[in-house]
C-alpha cells in the first residue's frame, strides 16, 4: 500500500527490463515525468526502486549499512572476475579496510611520480602505433584509448614489469576477465558458458602472475618503488592479520578493473567530444603554451593545476557521460522515503542514477550542452548547488574523510561508504591523457559537423557506439 508507483508494463518478469536496458538516462527521465522521483520498475523479475534528484542520491548512496547492502547485488559479477575475499566477497567491514589500503599508496607523491609515467606511455604508445603513421588519417578512437588506459594505469599503479606483461599475455587474459563483466552475468554467472570458463581461467593465471610477483619481491626483500603492490604486502588488518598474498593480488585486479572501464570510456568520450569542438581543442593548445611556455617541457603533476580549462574538460564529459549510469543496492530492512509516505521492503533492490540530477536543468543551465567553461564561475551555464567538496562536513567511514552529504547534484564518484578511492587517480591519468594528445594532435569529426555518436549501453559500463571514426592530424 506504501510501495511507490510501479511502472506500467506488459509482461511479468520481462517488465520494463528491454527499455530500461537500451537507455536508461532515458528510461529515467520519461518516468521521472509520469511518476516523480521515487518509482519502481521490473528489472528480470526483480521490483527495483529507482530515487532519483539530490534526495534520492541522498537516500540511497548515504543509506545506513543496517539498511542497505552492495555486495549482496554485485558479488555474483565481481568475485569471479576479482577472485575471493576482497572487495564484494567479505563483510562491508573488511572493504573499508582494504579501502583504506588501497588509498594510502595514491598520494600527492605517487601521483607526482605517475604524471611522467603516463605521459611517456601517450607519447611512445601514438609514435609506434600503425594507425597513427603520416600527417592525417581517420581512426575508431575508442579501442585505442582503450589501449592507452591499460597502458598507463598498468605502468603507473602495478610497476613497469606487469606493465610489459599487456604487451603479450596479460592484455588477452584481462579481456577474458572483461567478458565477466556481462550484465548477462546478473543471471548467467554460474553456468559454464565458454566466456565463463575463459573468464575462471583468466581469473586464475592473472592471480597467479601477481602472486608470483609478490613472492619474487620477498624473496629479493625489495622495497624499491614504494608502489600499490608494495603498500598492499606491507599492510596488516586491524585484527593482526597481515594481508595474505591471494588478497593482494585480487585487490590488483580490482584495482585495475575498477578504473580500466571508467577511465577508458571517460577519455574516449573526451576525444568524440574535442573532434566535435575542435575550436575547444585549439584552446586547450593555447592554454598549455600560455600557462607552461611555447616550448611545452615536460608535463609535471604540478602543471596539471596551471590548466583549468584541461581539468574542466574532464569535469564537463564526467557530467554527461558519467560510465556509471546505475548504483544498485540491496534493501536489508524497511526503508521509509524521507518526505513521501512510501516505504520500501526488503524484497526490492534499490538504485541510484547521479547522471540524472547531473543533466537537471534546474542546477545546470542548458544541461545538453557539453560546455567546460561553465565550470568557471562568471559562465551563464554556471552550475548552481554544486558544493565545492573541500568546504563540506566530512566522515569517516574507515577508508579516509570523505563528504558526508550526498546531496550534491554531481556525483560521478558516488558518495558515502562505497565512493570511489580512484577519483584523483583518474583525474591525473585523463588530463594528462588529454594534455599530452592536445600537444600532439587536431581532431575533428570525418564530416566536419559538431554531431557527437550514441552511448553504448550494452555493457555494465556505458561507453561510445562503435564504430566510433575520427579525423586526426598531426601538429608541426
Ligand atoms: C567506486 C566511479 C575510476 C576504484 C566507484 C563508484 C563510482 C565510481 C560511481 C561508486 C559505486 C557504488 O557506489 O556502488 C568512477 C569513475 C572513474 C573511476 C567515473 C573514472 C573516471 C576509478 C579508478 C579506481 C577506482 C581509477 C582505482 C584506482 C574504485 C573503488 C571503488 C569505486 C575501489 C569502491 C567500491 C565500493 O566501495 O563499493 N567509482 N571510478 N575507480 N571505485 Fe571508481
Redesign the pocket.
Given at each position: 500500500p506504501n510501495e511507490p508507483p510501479l511502472v506500467f508494463h506488459w509482461f511479468p518478469f520481462i517488465g520494463s527490463t528491454i527499455t530500461y536496458g537500451m537507455d536508461p538516462p532515458r528510461f529515467f527521465k520519461e518516468n521521472r515525468a509520469k511518476y516523480g522521483d521515487v518509482f519502481t520498475f521490473i528489472l528480470l523479475g526483480k521490483k527495483t526502486t529507482v530515487c532519483l534528484g539530490t534526495q534520492g542520491n541522498e537516500f540511497i548512496?548515504n543509506g545506513k549499512i543496517r539498511d542497505v547492502c552492495?555486495?549482496e547485488i554485485?558479488t555474483v559479477l565481481t568475485t569471479p572476475v576479482f577472485g575471493k575475499d576482497v572487495?564484494?566477497d567479505c563483510p562491508n567491514s573488511k572493504?573499508?579496510e582494504?579501502?583504506k589500503f588501497?588509498k594510502v599508496a595514491?598520494t600527492t607523491e605517487a601521483f607526482r611520480s605517475y604524471v611522467p609515467i603516463i605521459a611517456d606511455e601517450v607519447t611512445t604508445y601514438f609514435k609506434k602505433s600503425p594507425d597513427f603513421k603520416g600527417q592525417s588519417g581517420t581512426v575508431n578512437i575508442p579501442p585505442k584509448l582503450a589501449q592507452i588506459t591499460i597502458f598507463t594505469?598498468s605502468h603507473a599503479?602495478q610497476g613497469k614489469e606487469i606493465r610489459d606483461k599487456f604487451d603479450e599475455s596479460l592484455a588477452d587474459l584481462y579481456h577474458d576477465l572483461d567478458m565477466g563483466f556481462s550484465p548477462v552475468n546478473f543471471m548467467l554467472h554460474w553456468a559454464p558458458l565458454p566466456w565463463n570458463k575463459r573468464r575462471d581461467h583468466a581469473q586464475r593465471t592473472v592471480a597467479k602472475i601477481y602472486m608470483d610477483t609478490i613472492k619474487a619481491r620477498r624473496e629479493r626483500g625489495e622495497t624499491g618503488s614504494q608502489d600499490i603492490m608494495y603498500h598492499l604486502m606491507n599492510s596488516t588488518y586491524k585484527n593482526g592479520v597481515p594481508v595474505p598474498d591471494h588478497e593482494v593480488a585480487h585487490m590488483m585486479i580490482?584495482?585495475?578493473m575498477?578504473?580500466?572501464h571508467?577511465?577508458s570510456?571517460?577519455s574516449s568520450w573526451i576525444m568524440l567530444r574535442l573532434a566535435s569542438r575542435p575550436d575547444i581543442m585549439e584552446e586547450l593548445y593555447e592554454e598549455q603554451v600560455r600557462s607552461l611556455g611555447a616550448d611545452l617541457p615536460p608535463l609535471t603533476y604540478e602543471d596539471l593545476a596551471k590548466l583549468p580549462l584541461n581539468q574542466a574538460i574532464?569535469k564537463e564529459t564526467?557530467r554527461l557521460h558519467?560510465?556509471?549510469h546505475s548504483?544498485?543496492?540491496a534493501v536489508k530492512s524497511p526503508m521509509p522515503v524521507p518526505g513521501t509516505k512510501y516505504v520500501i521492503p526488503t524484497s526490492h533492490v534499490l538504485l541510484?542514477a547521479?547522471g540524472v540530477s547531473a543533466t537537471d536543468p534546474q542546477y545546470f543551465p542548458n544541461p545538453e550542452v557539453w560546455d567546460p567553461h561553465r565550470w568557471e564561475p562568471d559562465s551563464p551555464n554556471a552550475p548552481s548547488l554544486v558544493r565545492n567538496e573541500q568546504d563540506e562536513e566530512k566522515i569517516d567511514y574507515g577508508?579516509g574523510l570523505v563528504s558526508k552529504g550526498a546531496s550534491s547534484p554531481y556525483?560521478?564518484?558516488?558518495?558515502?561508504?562505497?565512493?570511489?578511492?580512484?577519483?584523483q587517480?583518474?583525474?591525473v591519468?585523463?588530463q594528462t591523457i588529454v594534455a599530452m594528445i592536445v600537444r600532439m594532435f587536431k581532431f575533428r569529426n570525418v564530416d566536419g559537423s559538431d554531431k557527437v555518436i550514441g552511448t553504448d549501453y550494452a555493457s555494465l559500463f556505458s561507453r561510445p557506439l562503435e564504430p566510433a571514426i575520427i579525423y586526426w592530424e598531426k601538429r608541426d
Open positions: 548512496l552492495a555486495e554485485y572487495v564484494y572493504l573499508m582494504q579501502k588501497m595514491l594505469a599503479l580490482a584495482l585495475l575498477a578504473g580500466q571508467s577511465s570510456s571517460t574532464v564526467l558519467a560510465p556509471i548504483i544498485m543496492r541510484s547521479p577508508y556525483l560521478p564518484f558516488g558518495a558515502g561508504r562505497h565512493r570511489c578511492i580512484g577519483e587517480f583518474a583525474n591519468q585523463l
